[in-house]
């Protein structure tokens, strides 16, 4: 036990390493700063609901570097999409807070919030898991057919369109090997930010998919690239919320110590793994958040008078953390077996590396 | 071996300046309760029972720590002194309803509810609070946090070098 003197409680210091840990795992993995995961566990744990939002912001900044650091050695980021996004990326996250304030003003935020949660998250899961499932059937046909499966399989057609959009300036992004209008980007990242800033969130559930699906970046490289976005977003809400006094620095590092593990094991698993498995695990984080959002919207229409609601939403947060965590472990499982001819279920050598 | 160490004694040198800091009391003293307009600072918890007929009477004066039926009068913005809870604001004084200001005591007639945030609801998770910190202690919590990210990244790169573990780089586009 620690004596957190900042935020005034006592808590179990392995607890912390231990969310650190599972967070920083799907985090590398999936390119998310997974604070829809953190805040409710460090409520539990005893810390302030300000207090929670504050040092899960400021710990996903230092995390989301630790995973940058090791996707910058794998080759999984694109600076050129990166830098190119930032500017957009801050803009709509400044944008979504005005209007959060505005929905404050209006005493409705709560429950738009929440609508506005289930509605993306659960449009996200929809769209992803019908194109992986399309994507991981392709792969299995190519296998089938003896030719040679690449490390991404994407069936989407909408980044041809917005490739197709001719506005000056054009970049040409070497590492994703995508030329593209920078205003197709700026306005990406301005719309993900919009939503990052306006549901409270780091914004990489939605940054990832529109990566993958608008600028047609692979899936590696998406997750690597918005890793970047992260810390500079993270950085940017972790200094207001520091600034707000939302900030206990000590529970921050005993988070980023597990992270430290969790981010290079998350990360070093893309390595085994091909695009569709991260975008499934992606669709399955997205759908369990649903589920998370509709419990805590069920509550609150309620008449915040049923508890068990918000006990459930909590619990499902927290189990989904770890149901990732051992998802992604297995999948790094099966592709060494699977290397090492193994036996391994039959969905599996189309979505791992061998 | 030279990276591994290197980014491994820069990790420990900041681990060991944030405890420091920590440890001491430094970090915690960044933080303070700000006013947020002008009135007097009290700790509510001690007249939750006051009433017209059995009126509180808090004690005005510079308290640095407010120990009971005390009140510390405070501009907004200033510094609330320890074991604060709450304001009675200037114009609630001169309102009169609830407390008036006679002589050098508040009469207090309506206690505050004191709001408490509840572990499992998430309304206030973002309402602030009134805890402010230093702009400089801001900076320096993200710039220990990037530095730490950074360090510790660099050390687990090094770190598997070391193991003689080679990760290369993903092939994006192989067969394609």
Redesign the interface.
């Known amino acids: 036990m620690f004596e957190f003197v900042v935020s005034g409680i006592v808590a179990p210091i392995f607890l912390l390493v231990f969310v650190g840990f599972t967070v920083g795992t799907v985090g590398g993995f999936i390119g998310v700063g997974g604070g829809y995961m953190v805040t409710p566990a460090l409520i539990v744990f005893g810390f302030p609901g300000y207090m929670a939002s504050g040092i899960d912001m400021t710990h996903i900044a230092g995390k989301a570097l630790v995973s940058t650091v090791r996707h910058r050695q794998l080759g999984n980021i694109d600076w050129t999409l990166a830098l190119s996004m930032v500017a957009g990326t801050m803009l709509g996250v400044e944008l979504g807070v005005r209007v959060l304030v505005y929905f404050k003003h209006l005493g409705i935020s709560g429950v738009v919030l929440l609508i506005t949660s289930v509605v993306v998250m659960f449009g996200l899961f929809l769209y992803t898991q019908v194109e992986t499932r399309r994507a991981h059937r392709q792969a299995e046909a190519m296998a089938r057919e003896g030719r040679k499966v690449g490390r991404e399989i994407q069936t989407s057609r909408l980044p041809q369109i917005f490739q197709n959009i001719p506005l000056f300036p054009i970049v040409r992004c070497s590492t994703a090997r995508i030329v593209v209008s920078m205003w197709v980007i700026v306005l990406i990242g301005i719309v993900t930010g919009f939503l990052a800033g306006f549901l409270g969130v780091g914004g990489g559930f939605v940054r990832v998919p529109a990566l993958v699906y608008l600028v047609g970046a692979s899936t590696h490289i998406a997750v690597g690239t918005d890793l970047v976005e992260i810390v500079v977003s993270g950085g940017y809400g972790a200094l207001r919320h520091s600034i707000e006094g939302h900030v206990d620095m000590m529970a921050v590092l005993f988070m980023i110590c597990g992270a430290l593990f969790g981010a290079q094991f998350g990360s070093i698993a893309t390595a085994y793994v091909r695009g569709p498995a991260i975008r499934y695990i992606l669709s399955y984080s997205l759908i369990l958040a649903t589920l998370g959002a509709v419990l805590r919207l069920l509550y609150v229409l309620t008449g915040q008078t049923l508890e068990v609601l918000a006990l459930l939403a909590v619990m499902l947060t927290l189990g989904e953390m770890i149901f990732l965590c051992l998802f992604i472990i297995s999948l790094v499982v099966f592709a060494v077996r699977h290397k090492h001819g193994k036996s391994v279920p039959p969905w599996v050598p189309a979505l791992v590396v061998s | 071996m030279v990276k591994f160490v290197f980014w491994a004694l820069v990790a420990v040198a900041l681990?060991t300046v944030?405890?420091r800091s920590?440890s001491t009391?430094q970090?915690?003293a960044w933080?303070?309760y700000r006013a947020s307009a002008d009135g007097f600072a009290v700790n509510a918890t001690y007249f939750v029972n006051a009433t017209v007929e059995a009126p509180a009477l808090l004690e005005v004066g510079a308290f640095e720590r407010i120990e009971g039926l005390q009140a510390v009068p405070v501009k907004a913005g200033d510094r609330l002194p320890a074991n604060a809870n709450g304001l009675i604001l200037t114009s609630v004084l001169e309102e009169g309803k609830r407390a008036r200001l006679e002589g050098e005591a508040i009469v207090v007639t309506q206690p505050w509810k004191i709001a408490e945030?509840k572990?499992?609801?998430?309304?206030?998770?973002?309402?602030?609070?009134g805890?402010?910190?230093y702009?400089w202690?801001?900076?320096w919590?993200?710039a220990?946090?990037?530095g730490?990210?950074?360090a510790?990244?660099?050390m687990?790169?090094g770190f598997t070098d070391l193991l003689g573990i080679k990760?290369e780089?993903?092939?994006?586009?192989?067969?394609?």
């Open positions: 681990f944030a405890w920590y009391g970090m915690a933080y303070y945030s572990g499992f609801k998430y309304k206030d998770t973002f309402k602030h609070k805890v402010q910190t702009p202690a801001a900076a919590n993200v220990m946090t990037l730490i990210g950074l510790l990244g660099f687990a790169e990760l780089k993903i092939r994006h586009f192989e067969g394609h």
